[in-house]
């Protein structure tokens, strides 16, 4: 009777990390292509993070755009960040879900430039938080904010 106790609290609690691996793998897989089929619809727009225009776009009106994006985290990245919190080194799990939150930031930005008739969109910067729960103990996410110069 205690080897069955001591076996299931093991693979419950291990079921569970498995579960919640494949469901969040599944779901960023999903965004990642998504993110892919946008970017390639939008790819006709120039971007670039130089602060100079350049003198064709001299006469071009100006219009701010920007996107956010806040990309939450699942548990099975908690579980991970937490192990490499304690052997350390780079918390790969987390370096998907900035990536997700820039390319959505940005895809948001050059859809509201698109949806504005711009060509171009010059000086582009990334501001970017982590977001917790009302305690830091509970899974949290990262927010990005794209902005850039749209030109008409």
Same mark, same amino acid.
């Given at each position: 009777? &205690?080897?069955?106790?001591? %076996? !299931? +609290?093991?693979?419950?609690?291990?079921?569970?990390?498995?579960?919640?691996?494949?469901?969040?793998? $599944?779901?960023?897989?999903?965004?990642?292509?998504?993110?892919?089929?946008?970017?390639?619809?939008? %790819?006709?727009?120039?971007?670039?993070?130089?602060?100079?225009?350049?003198? +064709?776009?001299?006469?071009?009106?100006? &219009?701010?755009?920007?996107? %956010?994006?806040?990309?939450?985290?699942?548990?099975?990245?908690?579980?991970?960040?937490?192990?490499?919190?304690?052997? $350390? $080194?780079?918390?790969?799990?987390?370096? @998907?879900?900035?990536?997700?939150?820039?390319?959505?930031? !940005?895809?948001?930005?050059?859809? +509201?430039?698109?949806?504005?008739?711009?060509?171009?969109?010059?000086?582009?910067?990334?501001?970017?938080? @982590? @977001?917790?729960? +009302?305690?830091?103990?509970?899974?949290?996410?990262?927010?990005?904010?794209?902005?850039? @110069?749209?030109?008409?």
């Amino acid at each position: 009777m &205690i080897v069955f106790q001591f %076996s !299931m +609290q093991i693979i419950i609690p291990l079921s569970f990390v498995l579960v919640c691996f494949c469901i969040g793998k $599944g779901i960023e897989l999903h965004h990642f292509k998504t993110l892919a089929e946008r970017e390639r619809q939008l %790819s006709g727009i120039i971007v670039t993070n130089l602060k100079t225009i350049p003198s +064709q776009y001299a006469n071009a009106q100006p &219009i701010l755009v920007m996107g %956010s994006a806040v990309i939450a985290t699942d548990y099975f990245k908690v579980f991970a960040a937490g192990l490499r919190k304690f052997f $350390g $080194g780079e918390m790969k799990s987390y370096v @998907t879900l900035m990536e997700r939150a820039r390319r959505e930031a !940005m895809l948001r930005m050059l859809e +509201q430039a698109a949806g504005q008739g711009a060509s171009a969109v010059w000086n582009i910067r990334y501001e970017t938080s @982590t @977001t917790h729960g +009302q305690h830091r103990k509970k899974p949290g996410g990262v927010e990005v904010l794209a902005y850039g @110069t749209a030109l008409k």
